[in-house]
Structure formats: C-alpha cells, structure tokens
C-alpha cells in the first residue's frame, strides 16, 4: 500500500533554514503530483507547495513565495521542501501529500483533491 514518510521537521530560531523530505513507497507508477500542506493548532490544514511530477510544474502559497521551494527527485519518488528565512508563524505540522488520479482540473490547493497522506513532521519556529 502506498506510504508517504515526511522528515526533517524541527525546532530552529527565526531566520534560520530546514529542509523536509517526502518519500513515497508502494506506488506502482509516477505519482501525478506531490504536496505540501500545514496546520497550526486550531486552524485548517493549508496549503503551502506543489509539483507536477511529469511536467515539472510547481506552485506555492503566497504566505511562502520567494522562501519556500518545492523540488522532486523522479528516481526515488521523493520531494523536498526548502525553507528559508523561517517566521514565527511557519510553526505548524507539515503533510506530504500525493495525487495518483490525472486532472481534469488542476486545484492543488483543495485538500480533497490529494489521494495520499503522510503523518506530517513537526516543524517550531522560535524567537
């Protein structure tokens, strides 16, 4: 069965830098798309990061634009989310996510859209 396994969360000051990996097992093709969403206790999980796995495409939330990237890695069915310049309000949990079915409509920020979860990586940002 398909597995998504997040890692890299964790406590850092603000300014600072992480990384979050994502890899998927159990998939029997390329993904059509993989995700990253957050949720802050007592909010609804947001959306942050996509990529479009065959297209390369990718897109992010404007609370993230020009700190956060999305990357892939094809070979391992994985994807990468660097964070830069972390603000106190990045603290969240942070969800891998995965899209198997192609779209007919491309809504990557709904998360009834995304097929496959991961159990999210904590990630603390501090003053």
């Known amino acids: 069965q398909v597995e998504l396994k997040e890692s890299g969360g964790g406590v850092v000051q603000a300014g600072a830098s992480l990384r979050l990996s994502c890899v998927a097992s159990g998939l029997a093709s390329a993904p059509v798309a993989l995700g990253w969403f957050r949720q802050a206790p007592g909010n609804s999980r947001e959306f942050v990061a996509a990529?479009?796995?065959?297209?390369?495409?990718?897109y992010d939330a404007d609370s993230v634009r020009g700190r956060f990237t999305i990357s892939g890695d094809t070979a391992r069915i994985a994807t990468y989310l660097s964070m830069n310049r972390l603000k106190l309000e990045d603290t969240a949990v942070y969800f891998c996510a995965l899209r198997t079915r192609q779209w007919t409509r491309i809504s990557v920020r709904a998360t009834g859209d995304w097929d496959f979860w991961g159990q999210g990586t904590q990630v603390t940002v501090s003053s």
């Open positions: 990529i479009l796995w065959k297209e390369g495409h990718t």
